[in-house]
DNA sequence: TAGATTGTTAATCGATTAACAATC
DNA sequence: TAGATTGTTAATCGATTAACAATC
């Protein structure tokens, strides 16, 4: 009936549930009270057991959630039981760290393709990924059937890379490049703009080494 | 009197209102309402218009903001008046690529200091940066007074080098290590977690790809 | 002056937290 | 049963948006 709209912010907590239920179990600890996890968080227990309930009931009254359990209906959730081929674009320093960053992977996510515009980076193979020009992005997409998409190129390619990618059946989009994507809706956009990132930084160190200021308006 | 507490997401906007406003700068144009501001971004004029009135009154009614001034003032909010000497700790992969990824820089921040904990880096130049060992990470940030610091270490080693950075001095970082950061109260930890944004995008992918389920708990 | 747009207050919306009956 | 902890509703808090007097 009533359409339950989940907030992004819950989608990225559980994430952060699971990771740390994945610590806890090779700990060897079976159960936890969702007071525990939310103390390894700073968190409010009471969001805890809200960001579970949006998808079913998965505690024991009494006794707290079965990691086990709630880890591997966390999986599902997430979309995690499967695997994901993962096309990159844009290969320049970024993007091919990307490729070999083992971190990137998380088990499950695989950068199995990458395309770069420059005639000069076509054709070499980082990390067992062969870089593939543009033109045969649509095809190659297509055919495999390749759902997520990492962004790393320049500011000024990004709008038009992004529709090939839409256009070819990509419907989430990690995009690097400092620029506001317009997609159709149902493509999902994260934006990670180190950028944006390194000007709050600069803002609030500027804060940190000044007396602080209550009231912006007061010193006239 | 009343301590005037800014959102962090109004900070993040400001930056993203300063590209634009550069870009607009570049066009040629002198001046833009709030409401043409807020339609670049799909955002709320009112919003806009807040955003900035935490900080000061830089429009002028009846007219708009103008581009020169209101950017001006952004760069002084926002601490981009002057440079920023950032160290880097941890070049793996990730790490080389933002020693050399241009955009990392974004005109005023530069990695001049880059620290590892491995024997082999050590001695190693990167763009001009030399790679020096972990027992100088403290002794060098405080000389060179550094305040920024982006961490791309192992997550089991993300705490304690957290912990190191702050004790010589520096109150932000940027932090690449999927783990959970425990800080001093006014050091600002900036959290840039592939693997968790890769799996917000997997979950998207799972839901793009199945009927709308309204509501997660009528299939009893 | 008339038209436009700001700065700001009040209304709305959404997310977090408190509280507690249900129940293990 | 008594104690503990969930699932969920109601209260609170904070952020977004609407509305409008001030004013260029």
Chains 1, 2 share one sequence.
């Not at 819950?10 to 969702?34: F, K, N, Q």
């Not at 674009?89 to 971190?103: D, E, F, P, R």
């Not at 996510?109 to 543009?134: H, N, R, T, Y």
């Not at 956009?189 to 940190?208: G, W």
Request: net charge positive; aromatic share 6%.
């Amino acid at each position: 009936m009533k359409p339950v709209k989940i907030p992004e912010k819950t989608v990225t907590r559980l994430s952060i549930y699971l990771r740390c239920l994945e610590e806890l179990e090779a700990d060897g600890v079976t159960s936890i009270s969702s007071r525990q996890l939310a103390e390894r968080f700073g968190l409010n227990s009471a969001q805890v057991r809200k960001d579970l309930a949006y998808f079913g009931q998965f505690g024991v009254r009494g006794l707290g959630y079965h990691i086990a359990e709630l880890k591997h209906n966390l999986e599902r959730i997430l979309g995690l039981k499967q695997d994901w081929e993962v096309v990159l674009v844009g290969v320049g320093n970024l993007g091919s760290a990307l490729i070999a960053y083992k971190g990137f992977g998380a088990r499950g996510f695989k950068i199995g393709l990458a395309f770069d515009s420059s005639p000069a980076k076509v054709g070499q193979v980082i990390q067992d990924v062969e870089i593939e020009g543009m033109d045969r992005l649509a095809p190659t997409i297509r055919r495999r059937r390749v759902k997520i998409a990492v962004m790393a190129v320049p500011a000024a390619a990004a709008q038009s890379v992004a529709e090939l990618l839409v256009e070819a059946g990509v419907t989430a989009i990690l995009n690097f490049a400092p620029a506001q994507l317009t997609v159709p809706a149902g493509v999902k956009v994260q934006n990670v703009d180190l950028s944006v990132l390194l000007k709050t930084l600069s803002y609030h160190t500027v804060r940190a080494n000044r007396p602080v200021r209550t009231d912006p308006h007061s010193a006239e």
